[in-house]
């Protein structure tokens, strides 16, 4: 990701900057409360008598901190976003470009649904942790380290208290973490499954209608919408639980604060106003830590999101280019020697085909849905490669072309149903499961009285030929 970030580190240090100012305000505060209360309104180091002028002075300089605080806060996060915007940027630039030089092999494994919410879903997550990371980090550290400081040089005591709860702290943080950790890849897969399932239904909905299919998808969705929604639930259920159960930690110390203070207060050795602020900088521990833990979920997404975008960035085209430019004289022969093919993971679909086509001629390929037609003429521009046999294109191995060179010189060839389309070709090629069954001009093929006249007969059935 670094490559991603360098560009605009200049943002990002801005953006640190402003953070540290902002949360050095708010650790100033507490201190100014204190001597308010302890001197302004209580008097304590003057007789009981309070003063109006420190409170007035003190309550300027707490206004004015405030200001400059949020104003710090703006500009972190002006900064913060600039930098997670333009990271967001470059990476789904460099997706869809690698995207559009994959193969249909590589199409297919990824999946479109998975690409599509790669390139949006996945890429908005690590937005939101470069943001979340240049602004929170900086902030629930000096939050969480400087609120401890603070009240330890306030009061041993109470900095002791916050210490001995640090550990029931984390622990309660990293068990959540823990859990929810492996659920998060989870997630995402099965929102890719989700969007895959949307984009067929959307993509084929002529099809579903005509077939009455729409139950049947309601079901897939239905089934894939269970599986993301209870994956989601128990990850909600995990971070339900955390929270409650922070607070009640937190809370806990300010009990003992409280307590332990009265003591003191009794004794002589602390004051009202170092309890005070002892509270305040307290429950700027505990929104430091719950910040921190909602930046470990921004973490544990950004990281389950990018590793699914390098997926897509490390891919590298499978069919990679061979050395011929395909200069010279074009003539566009085309010839399938024993040439079978499967898709990944699949059954064969073209099986021994040996096919000469001649330059010049129009070659019609037809045949019932399934048969191989589409496959057959995906070979020649090699968008899939050959599981057996070899593809010629004048003469050469369509493997040792440029691929731009090869697209050039093929022109991609009908494949129809009907045969209206296809009775003035040069050549129409029959085919029915996986193979060649009859080759020949319209007249002859009818001649034949085999598979073309049969499907012309089913077509034309009451015409004449």
């Given at each position: 990701m670094w490559k991603y970030i360098k560009p605009y580190l200049g943002y990002a240090v801005c953006a640190a900057l402003f953070m540290v100012g902002e949360v050095s305000m708010d650790l100033i505060q507490p201190g100014l409360m204190s001597r308010i209360v302890d001197d302004g309104v209580l008097g304590v180091n003057n007789g009981g008598v309070g003063d109006v002028q420190l409170i007035l002075t003190l309550g300027l300089a707490m206004v004015g901190l405030v200001l400059f605080g949020g104003l710090c806060g703006s500009l972190n996060n002006v900064f913060a976003h600039m930098s997670a915007?333009?990271?967001?940027?470059?990476?789904?630039?460099?997706?869809?470009?690698?995207?559009?030089?994959?193969?249909?092999?590589?199409?297919?494994?990824?999946?479109?649904?998975?690409?599509?919410?790669?390139?949006?879903?996945?890429?908005?997550?690590?937005?939101?942790?470069?943001?979340?990371?240049?602004?929170?980090?900086?902030?629930?550290?000096m939050l969480?380290?400087?609120?401890?400081?603070?009240?330890?040089?306030?009061?041993?005591?109470?900095?002791?208290?916050?210490?001995?709860?640090?550990?029931?702290?984390?622990?309660?943080?990293?068990?959540?973490?823990?859990?929810?950790?492996?659920?998060?890849?989870?997630?995402?897969?099965?929102?890719?499954?989700?969007?895959?399932?949307?984009?067929?239904?959307?993509?084929?909905?002529?099809?579903?209608?005509?077939?009455?299919?729409?139950?049947?998808?309601?079901?897939?969705?239905?089934?894939?919408?269970?599986?993301?929604?209870?994956?989601?639930?128990?990850?909600?259920?995990?971070?339900?639980?955390?929270?409650?159960?922070?607070?009640?930690?937190?809370?806990?110390?300010?009990?003992?604060?409280?307590?332990?203070?009265?003591?003191?207060?009794?004794a002589g050795t602390t004051t009202p106003g170092t309890i005070m602020a002892?509270?305040?900088?307290?429950?700027?521990?505990?929104?430091?830590?719950?910040?921190?833990?909602?930046?470990?979920?921004?973490?544990?997404?950004?990281?389950?999101?990018?590793?699914r975008i390098r997926e897509v960035l490390d891919s590298r085209p499978a069919l990679a280019d061979g050395p011929r430019t395909g200069e010279g004289e074009v003539h566009g022969k085309v010839e399938f020697r024993d040439v079978s093919f499967a898709f990944p993971g699949g059954q064969p679909v073209l099986q021994h085909i040996h096919l000469p086509l001649e330059p010049g001629e129009t070659v019609a390929v037809m045949g019932a849905t399934g048969c191989g037609k589409s496959a057959l003429v995906s070979l020649i521009p090699r968008f899939y490669d050959v599981t057996e046999g070899t593809v010629l294109v004048d003469g050469i191995d369509v493997r040792d072309y440029q691929q731009k060179a090869l697209r050039d010189k093929v022109a991609s060839i009908i494949i129809a149903h009907r045969l209206s389309t296809i009775r003035d070709a040069d050549e129409i090629v029959v085919m029915d499961h996986g193979r060649i069954v009859e080759c020949g001009s319209h007249d002859a093929l009818l001649a034949q009285k085999g598979k073309y006249y049969e499907l012309y007969m089913t077509q034309y059935a009451g015409f004449a030929t």
């Open positions: 915007q333009n990271v967001g940027n470059e990476m789904r630039k460099d997706c869809f470009c690698r995207i559009m030089t994959f193969s249909f092999p590589q199409m297919d494994r990824f999946g479109t649904g998975s690409l599509v919410t790669r390139v949006t879903n996945d890429i908005t997550q690590v937005q939101n942790f470069v943001a979340q990371f240049v602004r929170g980090m900086i902030r629930t550290t969480t380290l400087g609120s401890i400081f603070f009240m330890y040089r306030l009061n041993h005591t109470f900095g002791l208290i916050v210490l001995c709860a640090s550990p029931f702290i984390a622990g309660c943080m990293i068990f959540c973490l823990y859990k929810a950790g492996p659920l998060l890849p989870r997630l995402q897969a099965q929102l890719d499954q989700l969007n895959a399932i949307m984009q067929e239904d959307v993509a084929g909905i002529r099809i579903i209608k005509a077939c009455v299919r729409e139950g049947d998808e309601k079901l897939r969705f239905g089934k894939s919408n269970r599986e993301l929604t209870g994956t989601q639930l128990a990850v909600l259920v995990i971070f339900a639980f955390m929270n409650p159960a922070m607070n009640a930690l937190m809370y806990g110390v300010v009990v003992l604060i409280l307590l332990n203070g009265s003591f003191q207060v009794a002892a509270i305040t900088y307290t429950t700027q521990l505990l929104n430091g830590i719950l910040m921190l833990v909602m930046l470990f979920q921004n973490i544990s997404k950004g990281i389950a999101s990018w590793k």
